[in-house]
């Protein structure tokens, strides 16, 4: 066999020994679409199958993770909101595809838009009362029109990523001069009279995902470390989240424990991930509407966490993840035709009536705005009913409306007992049915999962 030939074949099989096997199967599990993936193991590689999953809106039930060596093996059991299997084949496809391409190195983000012909800015500073209306002023009036945006808050901290194009061209915005005027005039607003140092406003060239970005500025503006401005009435009982050392086999275990939502795994394992942790093993599990997620992490060095400062400091970055997307607030949904100044005149009537938005996301589908906010009053409480109607009547009654979170369908599944949360009481290994404990004891680790 010639030289040529015989770097052909080992360079298939490489591919092969690097391309993870992916199995979709709806037989195994009576309520839920059973997605396995077995992968070479690489940092990031959970990230990404997460972000697979949760890009396209499915709830994940159940995970399984374990790495064996230099091999990766998760096992999700997924449905739709709904609660319902995976039945349609164009998103079976969908799937395999894209943990294919992840583990490639493709650059893949699962997202419907494509920003490749706008600009995007990054923003970040202290957050107050009808901010958000005046970046949207400052953007039409330089002639801008947002394409795409999301924007969350969390303790007092804003930190947005919009995506514009010139309002006349529909091109992306190249003029350099432009450019500067831009990031000039939002740091001005960002500051206002008492963030003159925090304000940060960019143009970003990098292609990241929007939510995992959004998370890397408000892990880099620390806003895991500050303190809310204004006292929110929380709708949800927070996040519980315990880090200990396993000494013997030297892993730190994580616990989180919240209510159940879309992307909650998402978060968690992306704030771990660009923390420089390494999931070696994991299990997820909802129980009613509660979401209890265990983590065995190292260090990439194959250190597990060595103070009490580091670990104070993970528990404190996780709790913010979780709470960072809570939707706090009344959810009002615009759909419009879209215009120069709509996000501008929509968000100042927000403020004028005295609504504070402390969410958002804009998009845009063939010149039709299709807007999310997520809004309290200027106290951070629930935002009166009388004033939310008289809000809709200014808008349009046909154009923004009420919605209510549409809430997870979750099955009952026969012998599935409560005591599975009990991990989050302090013993580290005592989760019952944790199937983490059976991929230690199969690996050889531990000597008994029962």
Same mark, same amino acid.
């Given at each position: 066999m010639e030289w040529s030939a015989c770097v052909d074949e080992y360079e298939k099989l490489v591919i092969r020994m690097t391309t993870p096997r992916v199995v979709i199967d709806n037989a195994v599990c009576p309520t839920s679409t059973v997605v396995k993936v077995d992968s070479a193991r690489k940092h990031g590689i959970l990230l990404e199958a997460v972000q697979v999953l949760t890009d396209l809106n499915l709830s994940i039930k159940k995970a399984y993770v374990s790495a064996d060596g230099r091999w990766f093996m998760d096992v999700f059991h997924v449905t739709d909101l709904n609660g319902n299997k995976l039945t349609d084949e164009?998103?079976?496809?969908?799937?395999?595809?894209?943990?294919?391409?992840?583990?490639?190195?493709?650059?893949?983000?699962?997202?419907?838009?494509?920003?490749?012909?706008?600009?995007?800015?990054?923003?970040?500073?202290?957050?107050?009362?009808?901010? !958000?209306?005046?970046?949207?002023?400052?953007?039409?009036?330089?002639?801008?029109?947002?394409?795409?945006?999301?924007?969350?808050?969390?303790?007092?901290?804003?930190?947005?990523?919009?995506?514009?194009?010139?309002?006349?061209?529909?091109?992306?915005?190249?003029?350099?001069?432009?450019?500067?005027?831009?990031?000039?005039?939002?740091?001005?607003?960002?500051?206002?009279?008492?963030?003159?140092?925090?304000?940060?406003?960019?143009?970003?060239?990098?292609?990241?995902?929007?939510?995992?970005?959004?998370h890397q500025m408000m892990f880099a503006d620390r806003d895991y470390e500050r303190k809310p401005i204004l006292e929110s009435?929380?709708?949800?009982?927070?996040?519980?989240?315990?880090?200990?050392?396993?000494?013997?086999?030297?892993?730190?275990?994580?616990?989180?424990?919240?209510?159940?939502?879309?992307?909650?795994l998402f978060?968690?394992?992306?704030?771990?991930?660009?923390?420089?942790?390494?999931?070696?093993?994991?299990?997820?599990?909802?129980?009613?509407?509660?979401?209890? !997620?265990?983590?065995?992490?190292?260090?990439?060095?194959?250190?597990?966490?060595?103070?009490?400062?580091?670990?104070?400091?993970?528990?404190?970055?996780?709790?913010?993840?979780?709470?960072?997307?809570?939707?706090?607030?009344?959810?009002?949904?615009?759909?419009?035709?879209?215009?120069?100044?709509?996000?501008?005149?929509?968000?100042?009537?927000?403020?004028?009536?005295?609504?504070?938005v402390t969410r958002a996301e804009v998009s845009t589908m063939k010149e039709t705005a299709q807007n999310v906010f997520y809004v309290t009053d200027v106290m951070g409480k629930p935002a009166d009913g009388k004033i939310i109607e008289s809000v809709r009547e200014k808008i349009g009654l046909s154009y923004l409306r009420v919605k209510e979170l549409p809430s997870l369908v979750y099955h009952k599944e026969g012998g599935e007992r409560d005591e599975q949360a009990v991990g989050m009481a302090g013993t580290v290994l005592l989760s019952l049915g944790s199937m983490v404990r059976k991929n230690l004891y199969n690996l050889g680790l531990i000597r008994s999962y029962s």
């Open positions: 164009s998103v079976i496809n969908y799937i395999e595809q894209s943990l294919a391409l992840q583990s490639l190195g493709s650059v893949h983000y699962g997202q419907p838009n494509d920003f490749s012909g706008s600009t995007a800015l990054e923003l970040t500073g202290t957050d107050r009362i009808g901010l !958000l209306s005046e970046v949207f002023a400052v953007l039409s009036d330089l002639q801008c029109s947002v394409a795409d945006a999301k924007v969350w808050t969390h303790n007092g901290r804003i930190a947005s990523l919009i995506h514009v194009k010139d309002s006349n061209s529909g091109a992306r915005i190249e003029d350099v001069q432009l450019i500067s005027v831009i990031e000039a005039r939002l740091r001005n607003v960002l500051k206002g009279d008492n963030d003159i140092r925090s304000a940060k406003t960019s143009v970003s060239m990098a292609v990241t995902h929007t939510e995992r970005r959004l009435v929380p709708t949800n009982s927070p996040a519980l989240v315990t880090v200990q050392n396993w000494v013997e086999r030297g892993y730190s275990v994580v616990n989180v424990q919240a209510k159940d939502r879309t992307k909650l978060d968690v394992v992306c704030t771990l991930t660009d923390m420089g942790y390494i999931v070696f093993h994991a299990t997820v599990n909802t129980i009613g509407d509660r979401g209890y !997620l265990e983590f065995y992490i190292r260090h990439q060095d194959g250190t597990p966490i060595s103070s009490e400062a580091e670990r104070q400091r993970v528990i404190l970055c996780l709790e913010a993840a979780v709470k960072r997307r809570a939707s706090e607030g009344v959810r009002l949904e615009l759909s419009t035709s879209d215009r120069q100044g709509l996000l501008a005149d929509v968000t100042r009537t927000f403020r004028e009536n005295g609504l504070n």
